[in-house]
């Protein structure tokens, strides 16, 4: 049973995160209140929406307040859907700036750029650098990108005996091959959501002063309709960058690391998988013998908890919640990992986007683990 309103934003998630959306100057949303977009109505069946609801605890018993220019399109898919406690205010987020109300928002919202901002950039012609982040699909990328977007094959960015991050001197001569200033604003976008945020963090390791990620990649582009651009852009080196120092930053730890966490009262193994590799029903991969976890490690849900249904960043305070529950804790130093990093880099680069400080993966993951280290 329900016992409480709900109030339920119904814009895009990015000004719920904090863009500023039209006019105004400042964005983000009304303190307790819940994302839920008109715009993935079209994209979801009514099972999907249902679920998406019960993951925001909105049962049908609710009082359901929704606000945003477009909630009346919500108000009146939820009727149907047997939703008989439904009010809007569509004014209510203009009246709270109005008013000079505290609006909650995501601490660095601006590291989870949206496509029409993106674009608006592209026309400037700003000094942003865009990286399209794929695993050796070039032909993709040559059949139609984001307009002035380069091409990044992660797969020189991995040893591929272990999977982990390649060693910092050949990071440093990638950088200087695909020509990124980790000095200027750097966007990453892929096809799968992953590889952008695994090279984010790559690249935050050698201190690049602003990486962001297209949220809900490049699937968040061709919603929008925008332009795309086919064939290979050609790569500018700029040759002052042969002396670049990189500052190594660690966000990507090894299996020492991880073992001497144990000895740490405050220290957290959280694991990025499903709860059928987290408990050792199966691996998860066809070159991991078995599943399992490291001794101690928390389950901290696999991606799906961490993604709209449209590939955009879940609700952060909903993230937030469901970590402090389960005892993980901003005051804590926290290590994620998976099978071989991809996952865990992407739920780090949240935690990172969220404020949080202390958060690394394990580079190797169960994969070197459960090779290195007996499993009781």
């Not at 604003?185 to 090279?199: D, G, Q, V, W």
């Not at 993980?328 to 404020?355: D, K």
Request: charge should be neutral; include cysteine.
């Amino acid at each position: 049973m329900c016992t409480q309103s709900k109030l339920i934003d119904t814009r895009d998630s990015c000004f719920f995160n904090g863009w500023s959306e039209g006019t105004y100057t400042i964005g983000g949303h009304i303190q307790g209140a819940l994302n839920f977009s008109v715009s993935w109505l079209s994209q979801l069946t009514d099972h999907e929406i249902i679920s998406q609801l019960e993951r925001m605890h909105i049962k049908k018993s609710c009082e359901l307040i929704l606000y945003g220019k477009e909630s009346h399109i919500l108000e009146a898919k939820l009727k149907n859907l047997g939703f008989p406690h439904v009010i809007r205010d569509e004014n209510l987020i203009n009246k709270a700036i109005n008013n000079n109300e505290q609006l909650a928002k995501l601490q660095h919202f601006e590291k989870l750029v949206h496509p029409k901002w993106l674009l608006s950039e592209i026309e400037k012609q700003t000094s942003i650098e865009i990286y399209e982040v794929s695993w050796g699909f070039e032909s993709d990328y040559k059949a139609g990108h984001i307009p002035t977007s380069k091409y990044v094959d992660l797969r020189l960015f991995e040893d591929h005996n272990t999977w982990n991050k390649t060693s910092n001197k050949k990071i440093h001569s990638l950088i200087m091959k695909y020509g990124i200033d980790i000095t200027k604003p750097i966007i990453l976008y892929s096809r799968n959501k992953l590889e952008a945020s695994r090279l984010a963090v790559i690249l935050l390791e050698t201190g690049a002063e602003d990486v962001r990620i297209l949220d809900g990649g490049f699937n968040s582009w061709l919603n929008k309709k925008y332009p795309l651009e086919q064939g290979i852009k050609h790569i500018n080196i700029n040759r002052k960058d042969k002396n670049l120092i990189l500052k190594h930053t660690p966000y990507l730890i090894d299996i020492n690391t991880v073992q001497h966490s144990f000895n740490k009262s405050n220290s957290n193994i959280i694991s990025i998988r499903s709860f059928d590799e987290y408990s050792g029903n199966q691996s998860g991969y066809c070159y991991i013998d078995k599943g399992g976890r490291i001794q101690n490690s928390i389950h901290g849900e696999d991606l799906d908890a961490y993604h709209n249904l449209d590939g955009t960043m879940f609700n952060y305070e909903l993230i937030e919640k469901g970590w402090l529950g389960k005892g993980i804790s901003p005051n804590h130093e926290n290590i994620f990992y998976c099978g071989t990093g991809w996952r865990a880099s992407e739920v780090l680069y949240f935690a990172y986007i969220m404020g949080w400080k202390n958060v690394f993966v394990y580079d190797g993951g169960w994969f070197e683990w459960n090779q290195k280290v007996s499993i009781g």
